[in-house]
């Protein structure tokens, strides 16, 4: 009996050694690569939020009411391996990068494009871009558009914003 615990010991933990590098390696908003659905149940109602489950092996946060999707999660089994969540451009997309560039580092890639156009009454100027991090088993995307438009002397823009935490999974890559 004491050899079996032993060995079912020694076993777990180092199954355990071998899982934590795995396991926490985004961390951001309150959610964790390698958790389980049942944990993000648990966190998202911390919050208090809901968490239902999508088809595909993605589950999502949101608020019941009104019925607002806030977060999407994807998982490889039970272990959660991207969250994606859109940024408010005014009130989030700042501490968002800045706290990307502080755990990441300067990106890994960035691609813009972008064009004024005259067509419009007073004219536009659109972009989109892409920014990508990578440390480790992580990726990190952002994807930013932007629509700035004058519109009788005035400046509309709308810059919908996303950003996507992915590490490596068992079930295929990124």
Request: with cysteine; aromatic share 14%; glycine share 12%.
């Amino acid at each position: 009996m004491s050899r079996h615990f032993r060995r079912a010991t020694l076993t777990s933990l180092l199954f355990g050694a071998l899982l934590v590098g795995h396991v926490r390696a985004f961390q951001v908003d309150g959610f964790w690569a390698g958790m389980s659905t049942q944990q993000l149940v648990a966190v998202a109602a911390m919050y208090g939020l809901v968490a239902r489950p999508g088809t595909e092996g993605y589950w999502f946060v949101g608020t019941s009411i009104p019925p607002r999707v806030l977060g999407k999660f994807g998982f490889c089994g039970n272990y959660l391996v991207s969250y994606t969540r859109n940024i408010h451009s005014d009130a989030d997309y700042a501490n968002t990068l800045s706290t990307i560039f502080a755990t990441y580092g300067p990106p890994r890639r960035m691609n813009f494009s972008g064009n004024v156009e005259s067509g419009s009454a007073d004219g536009a100027f659109r972009a989109s871009g892409e920014t990508q991090w990578s440390r480790g088993p992580d990726r990190v995307r952002m994807e930013s558009h932007f629509d700035w438009r004058l519109y009788r002397g005035e400046l509309r823009r709308e810059q919908p914003a996303s950003v996507r935490y992915e590490t490596r999974s068992p079930c295929g890559g990124f």
